[in-house]
């Protein structure tokens, strides 16, 4: 079992978010994507737009009709401020023999990682998948890999990629372009337009049903 572990705060998910863990899935043969709708992230001190229950709801909608896609309330129960060493940790307690781990990180998350909580363990325990974000260019430059990350990786020439001690690689992907964000779509609603097209149907009628990032949200 290849499994991927996509976090976010999926507020609310969006087409960008779900072509993204498809093409992921494609490339690097996984055999799943898991959507991880986060808590209260640790760096954010306020609740996001819509209350996890509602994000967590709308990210179960909007996998629902994909058997290669799922969605794990880990983060959302847990208790105080996410770390995605948690949620590393979780799923690799229950991983079977010969099962991987593939952590998705958009390339403004991964470029960041070195200031993540034991992020030298999180390493240690699963594969990380840098995705580009629309209009981010082509490649990713070598320099732009935080140093400690770098200093704890080789280059593996065969692979074109990334790998430390643990045998755990770092694999940069380029995605389509898809040119729609959580705040583009919030910002849409917030003017009372439509964000048709954008988020899957199901999620646009649980918007509307529960008036979420309008003037005044329901929580
Ligand atoms: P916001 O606009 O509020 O910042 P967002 O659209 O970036 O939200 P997040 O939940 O913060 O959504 O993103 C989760 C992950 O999805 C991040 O790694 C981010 O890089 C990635 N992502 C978001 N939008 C896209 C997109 N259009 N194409 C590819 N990846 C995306």
């Excluded at 290669?68 to 959302?76: A, F, H, I, R």
């Excluded at 307690?93 to 990682?113: E, N």
């Excluded at 594969?127 to 732009?144: C, F, N």
Aim: charged share 25%; hydrophobic share 40%; with cysteine.
């Amino acid at each position: 079992m290849r499994l991927g572990l996509f976090g976010g705060t999926f507020d609310p998910i969006h087409s960008g978010h779900l072509k993204s863990a498809e093409e992921v899935r494609e490339v690097h043969a996984l055999d799943k994507v898991c959507f991880v709708p986060s808590g209260v992230p640790p760096h954010r001190s306020a609740e996001p737009g819509a209350a996890a229950g509602h994000r967590l709801e709308m990210v179960r909608l909007a996998v629902a009709d994909n058997p290669g896609l799922c969605v794990s309330d880990v983060e959302v129960v847990r208790p105080g401020a996410s770390y995605s060493i948690d949620t590393v940790r979780h799923f690799s307690g229950r991983l079977a023999q010969g099962d991987d781990l593939y952590l998705i990180l958009g390339l403004d998350a991964f470029l960041l990682i070195g200031s993540w909580k034991d992020w030298r363990e999180m390493m240690a325990l699963t594969h990380i998948i840098v995705t580009s974000r629309p209009g981010a260019g082509d490649a990713l430059p070598y320099e732009r890999i935080p140093v400690v990350v770098r200093e704890a990786f080789c280059y593996d020439p065969v692979r074109s990629g990334f790998r430390n001690e643990f045998g755990k690689e770092i694999l940069f992907t380029r995605l389509t372009d898809l040119f729609v964000s959580a705040s583009a779509v919030r910002e849409l609603l917030g003017k009372g337009k439509s964000i048709r097209y954008l988020v899957p149907e199901e999620v646009q009628l649980y918007v509307e049903r529960h008036h979420l990032y309008n003037e005044s949200p329901e929580c």
